[in-house]
């Protein structure tokens, strides 16, 4: 059965600290890695890793994925209420994503 | 620039009662899903269509039905509610072919009494 585990299952900062979210997986036949953020919402894509892309950056977000330890982390740099959401990891084995349970990003001004 | 359509937004049943959520997309996407998400628990897989015309199981189809009407369209039924179906119900889509991400509707909040 594929897992995928998020950490911390939420955490509170203020306004400018960096927030580190951590996502292990066991999947069979892995092609790639995605995180998104969830809103009120739709979850919104954000980055996805594959063996050819284990790194991308977007601002102030970054994410690395480590196919040897089968994780990855999502990094938010100076922190903004508007980062505050639930951001979610998902893993594709062919056509089909298995998500974490998300971690909640709470940014208080 | 809509992306995916999901109706109705929210929707009461009682027990027993028979549903049809509606999603479309216009990215001219081969691919579509449907997900439920519960509180900590992500979201869960409950039937995809790969392609026009195909139609497969995800992790959690019982339940449920689903059709692809055509390459925009792809419906999820609920035959007769239980209230272990109350969700979020969330549908995407996403091009053909492997490590393409997929984009999400807004969803439908669903309860079921």
């Known amino acids: 059965e594929d897992k995928v585990v998020q950490s911390p299952l939420s955490l509170v900062v203020h306004e400018g600290d960096t927030v580190t979210l951590n996502c292990s997986y066991e999947?069979?036949?892995?092609?790639?890695l995605l995180w998104y953020k969830q809103e009120k919402k739709a979850p919104t894509f954000l980055f996805m890793l594959t063996s050819s892309g284990i790194e991308k950056k977007s601002g102030r977000l970054s994410s690395i994925l480590d196919k040897k330890e089968l994780s990855s982390i999502l990094n938010i740099t100076a922190t903004q209420t508007g980062d505050s959401a639930i951001y979610l990891c998902?893993?594709?084995?062919?056509?089909?994503?298995?998500f974490g349970a998300g971690t909640t990003v709470t940014v208080r001004a | 620039n809509a992306g995916v359509t999901q109706t109705p937004k929210f929707q009461v049943l009682k027990t027993g009662q028979s549903m049809t959520l509606q999603c479309a997309q216009d990215m001219n996407h081969n691919s579509m899903y449907w997900y439920r998400q519960d509180p900590g628990m992500g979201l869960r897989l409950i039937y995809y269509s790969a392609s026009e015309g195909t139609t497969d199981k995800g992790e959690v189809p019982n339940g449920y039905n689903v059709s692809r009407l055509n390459k925009r369209e792809f419906s999820l039924r609920l035959e007769s509610a239980a209230p272990s179906q109350t969700s979020v119900y969330f549908c995407?889509?996403?091009?053909?072919?492997?490590?393409?991400?997929?984009?999400f509707g807004d969803g439908t909040r669903l309860s079921i009494l």
């Open positions: 999947v069979t036949n892995f092609r790639s």
């Open positions: 995407a889509s996403s091009a053909q072919g492997l490590n393409q991400p997929q984009h």
């Open positions: 998902a893993v594709s084995n062919d056509y089909k994503l298995s």
